[in-house]
């Protein structure tokens, strides 16, 4: 860029340069360029900077929200643990905490995480709310029996939970939890949770009641959205696949489709057996590992057929799997076809 103005001066045309966001500021310097598109390159920006380039504008950096996220990530360096059993969102939600910098230890359900928190003191605990064996309920209340017979610093509890309704913000309340982290999360949402809870030493214990309201208030208008692949949460997982963390999407994307069609069988099954419980259990891990990935019409129809399951009654219980499977097919070949565009550098979101 330097030379083509040394040796063309104002001859030289409108351009477009597709960068790494971590490269942006450090390679151009005082350069000015017409506009700036983050790599790998989504549609919609690469319209939106043509347009606006053609038209005269000079389209800054700072306007790309992607770059956004790489420009005001904070490091944490604290000790969190991760409950979660779920195999999809332990990995998305580790290398979203690695993304910040924390160091993340990972307990797959409630006695392994009594195990780790009994070994080391940890800044923050995000913990899953419903897992096998001893859920997250039950976990909380035993540390927190224990911080008082121990006389020990309360350690702060956020609930992570997929589509939290009402009821469940004051069962987590009455167990002893600080906060709540309604699945699947945005990074800085995850930001702004570890900047409450990790980022000072003055939080009071139950100081996160408000919080949990309003976020609790903005599912509702996320619910309504159910298309195959929300492009909103898959820059999000792009953000995740960094040089310390290479190939991110390509192995969570590979657990979701190596593991899902088990899954399905498993309902199949449990649907043939009447066992309202299995089907409520295997319903509610796959609405939410597929939300994680952004596939919002899978995940939607798992909440249907988990609230039913959940009754006891599920109407058309044949049909709802045909459709979770076709689903499941249709987000599976999307996910695919996001993974050959992040290779190829283009993708939609």
Same mark, same amino acid.
């Given at each position: +860029?330097?030379?083509?103005?040394?040796?063309? !001066? *104002?001859?030289?045309?409108?351009?477009? =340069?597709?960068?790494?966001?971590?490269? =942006?500021?450090?390679?151009? !310097?005082? =350069?000015?360029?017409?506009?700036?598109?983050?790599?790998?390159? %989504?549609?919609?920006?690469?319209?939106?900077?043509?347009?606006?380039?053609?038209?005269? *504008?000079?389209?800054?950096?700072? *306007?790309?929200?992607?770059?956004?996220?790489? #420009?005001?990530?904070?490091?944490?360096?604290?000790?969190?643990?991760?409950?979660?059993?779920?195999?999809?969102?332990?990995?998305?939600?580790?290398?979203?905490?690695?993304?910040?910098?924390? +160091?993340?230890?990972?307990?797959?359900?409630?006695?392994?995480?009594?195990?780790?928190?009994?070994?080391? %003191?940890?800044?923050?605990?995000?913990?899953?709310?419903?897992?096998?064996?001893?859920?997250?309920?039950?976990?909380?209340?035993?540390? %927190?029996?224990?911080?008082?017979?121990? $006389?020990?610093?309360?350690?702060?509890?956020?609930?992570?939970?997929?589509?939290?309704?009402?009821?469940? %913000?004051?069962?987590?309340?009455?167990? !002893?939890? $600080?906060?709540?982290?309604?699945?699947?999360?945005?990074?800085?949402?995850?930001?702004?949770? @570890?900047?409450?809870?990790?980022?000072?030493?003055?939080?009071?214990?139950?100081?996160?009641?408000?919080?949990?309201?309003?976020?609790?208030? &903005?599912? $509702?208008?996320?619910?309504?959205?159910?298309?195959?692949?929300?492009?909103?949460?898959?820059?999000? @997982?792009?953000?995740? $696949?960094?040089?310390?963390?290479? &190939?991110? +999407?390509?192995?969570?994307?590979?657990?979701?489709?190596?593991?899902?069609?088990? =899954?399905?069988?498993?309902?199949?099954?449990?649907? &043939?057996?009447?066992? +309202?419980?299995?089907?409520?259990?295997?319903?509610?891990?796959?609405?939410?590992?597929? /939300?994680?990935? !952004?596939?919002? #019409?899978?995940? *939607?129809?798992?909440?249907?057929?988990?609230?039913? /399951?959940?009754?006891?009654?599920?109407?058309?219980?044949?049909?709802?799997?045909?459709?979770?499977?076709?689903?499941?097919?249709?987000?599976?070949?999307?996910?695919?076809?996001?993974?050959?565009?992040?290779?190829?550098?283009?993708?939609?979101?």
């Amino acid at each position: +860029m330097a030379n083509l103005r040394k040796y063309m !001066g *104002e001859k030289v045309p409108a351009m477009i =340069i597709a960068v790494p966001v971590s490269g =942006i500021l450090e390679g151009l !310097g005082n =350069i000015q360029t017409g506009c700036l598109v983050e790599k790998p390159v %989504r549609r919609a920006e690469l319209y939106s900077c043509l347009r606006r380039t053609l038209a005269g *504008e000079n389209v800054s950096v700072c *306007e790309s929200p992607a770059a956004k996220d790489y #420009l005001v990530v904070e490091s944490f360096r604290v000790p969190i643990l991760l409950v979660e059993d779920n195999t999809v969102n332990v990995e998305f939600a580790r290398s979203a905490l690695s993304y910040f910098k924390c +160091m993340v230890d990972v307990a797959r359900d409630g006695y392994e995480a009594l195990d780790a928190w009994s070994k080391r %003191r940890y800044a923050l605990i995000f913990m899953d709310c419903q897992m096998p064996g001893m859920d997250g309920y039950e976990a909380t209340r035993k540390i %927190r029996d224990l911080e008082r017979r121990q $006389d020990i610093p309360r350690t702060p509890i956020v609930a992570l939970t997929a589509h939290a309704l009402s009821g469940d %913000r004051q069962k987590a309340l009455a167990s !002893g939890m $600080d906060d709540y982290l309604s699945k699947p999360f945005k990074l800085h949402q995850l930001q702004e949770m @570890l900047q409450k809870w990790a980022g000072c030493d003055d939080k009071l214990p139950g100081d996160g009641a408000d919080g949990m309201e309003q976020d609790l208030l &903005g599912y $509702d208008a996320r619910a309504g959205d159910t298309a195959v692949l929300d492009l909103a949460m898959l820059s999000g @997982l792009k953000a995740l $696949d960094t040089p310390e963390n290479p &190939g991110f +999407m390509e192995k969570i994307v590979g657990i979701f489709v190596k593991d899902t069609p088990a =899954i399905l069988d498993k309902m199949k099954e449990a649907r &043939g057996k009447g066992d +309202m419980q299995t089907l409520h259990r295997l319903a509610h891990s796959l609405k939410s590992s597929s /939300a994680s990935l !952004g596939a919002m #019409l899978l995940s *939607e129809l798992c909440k249907k057929l988990e609230v039913q /399951a959940s009754l006891g009654e599920v109407e058309d219980a044949e049909g709802q799997l045909e459709r979770i499977e076709s689903a499941f097919f249709d987000a599976r070949d999307a996910l695919i076809r996001e993974l050959d565009g992040l290779k190829a550098g283009i993708s939609n979101a």
